[in-house]
């Protein structure tokens, strides 16, 4: 009987590894109220929310061509429904979490149908302008402060934890538990079928249509599924404040522009991107903050000089090196030279 001729893989060497890392790394992060300090939780619960939201915002531009500038709308709402839900419904805040997720996905359908008209730069404008409806909405919800905002009150504070302390640990593995959640739904979609389909989308939209692609129904996919992504970490993100408004919940600079930074420099279109771009942005972020105004303009420069010097970001830089693959989400031929039967 004869061999066949080639063996197709997913996995490689480097990956192996790179799962091992993760599962310790994981490990380490869901014992961390037990050995971490109040800032240092603090400041692994925001990395977890910026790695979740650039990871969602690669989705879209890396696979699938979508340059969003809008998502903050549906962070911001996130926040709003997860406050709605638990001021007026009687929802504990923990389980609005998901209710969050599953409405911004239900509005994103209706919504994607508009800014889909919208082609490039003028999908990019149409997705901010969405964002800034979605504010003055918010703004005119007197119910909820209308543009002063509102807290929580303090018995919904305490249905989160008695303590201060439990609460803080309960939110953190709440973050902790959707940022893994959101990475493991982008590294499924992206071996299914529907990731080689927005492969071949990201190649040429005209050859993968013609190859029986539905380019329309997987960018919307992704574009629902990156949506409801946005609102869960934005309920976190708020009800971790504890408070919410319309110019904190739909801000442009911390919830889009940041992200496209993390997304840019760490390398689009690649899962690894996100991580190693959202480890870059705190080191940068936690070393020049102190330096005002300053601290933005390094932050331009260094997303100019990626840009200029590595277009792939950080890591397209190593792939093309190395070949690294931490996490592959494609198939490799693997030709067999030793045709014998056996």
């Given at each position: 009987?004869?061999?066949?001729?080639?063996?197709?893989?997913?996995?490689?060497?480097?990956?192996?590894?790179?799962?091992?890392?993760?599962?310790?790394?994981?490990?380490?992060?869901?014992?961390?109220?037990?050995?971490?300090?109040?800032n240092s939780m603090r400041l692994v619960g925001e990395f977890l929310i910026y790695l979740g939201l650039a990871s969602l915002w690669n989705l879209l531009a890396g696979y699938a061509g979508l340059v969003s500038v809008g998502q903050q709308a549906y962070v911001g709402f996130g926040g709003y429904v997860l406050f709605g839900c638990a001021m007026f419904l009687g929802i504990p805040p923990l389980l609005a979490v998901p209710v969050a997720g599953a409405a911004a996905a239900l509005l994103s359908i209706p919504v994607s149908y508009l800014v889909f008209r919208l082609k490039g730069a003028y999908f990019a404008i149409g997705t901010w302008v969405v964002a800034e409806v979605f504010m003055l909405l918010a703004s005119q919800w007197q119910a909820m402060g209308g543009g002063s905002g509102v807290s929580l009150p303090i018995a919904i504070v305490r249905s989160i934890g008695s303590t201060r302390d439990m609460r803080e640990q309960m939110i953190y593995w709440t973050t902790l538990g959707v940022t893994v959640a959101v990475l493991i739904a982008v590294y499924l979609l992206l071996r299914s079928r529907w990731g080689l389909a927005l492969q071949a989308i990201r190649d040429s939209e005209i050859a993968a249509e013609s190859s029986g692609v539905s380019v329309a129904s997987a960018k919307r996919l992704l574009y629902v599924v990156a949506c409801a992504g946005a609102a869960m970490i934005g309920s976190l993100i708020f009800m971790a404040k504890l408070r919410i408004s319309p110019s904190s919940a739909f801000s442009v600079n911390d919830w889009t522009a940041f992200v496209i930074f993390i997304t840019v420099i760490g390398g689009i279109g690649r899962i690894e991107g996100p991580v190693i771009g959202?480890?870059?942005?705190?080191?940068?972020?936690?070393?020049?903050?102190?330096?005002?105004?300053?601290?933005?303009?390094?932050?331009?420069?260094?997303?100019?000089?990626?840009?200029?010097?590595?277009p792939k970001g950080i890591w397209g830089l190593v792939q093309d090196k190395f070949g690294w693959q931490l996490f592959p989400v494609g198939r490799r031929l693997i030709l067999n030279t030793n045709k014998e039967g056996a």
């Open positions: 009987m004869n061999a066949p001729a080639f063996t197709i893989v997913r996995a490689t060497p480097e990956s192996r590894i790179a799962l091992a890392f993760a599962l310790l790394g994981l490990a380490a992060l869901a014992s961390g109220p037990y050995w971490m300090d109040r959202t480890i870059l942005f705190f080191l940068l972020r936690e070393t020049l903050s102190d330096l005002g105004a300053s601290y933005l303009i390094v932050l331009g420069s260094v997303a100019v000089a990626i840009m200029l010097f590595a």
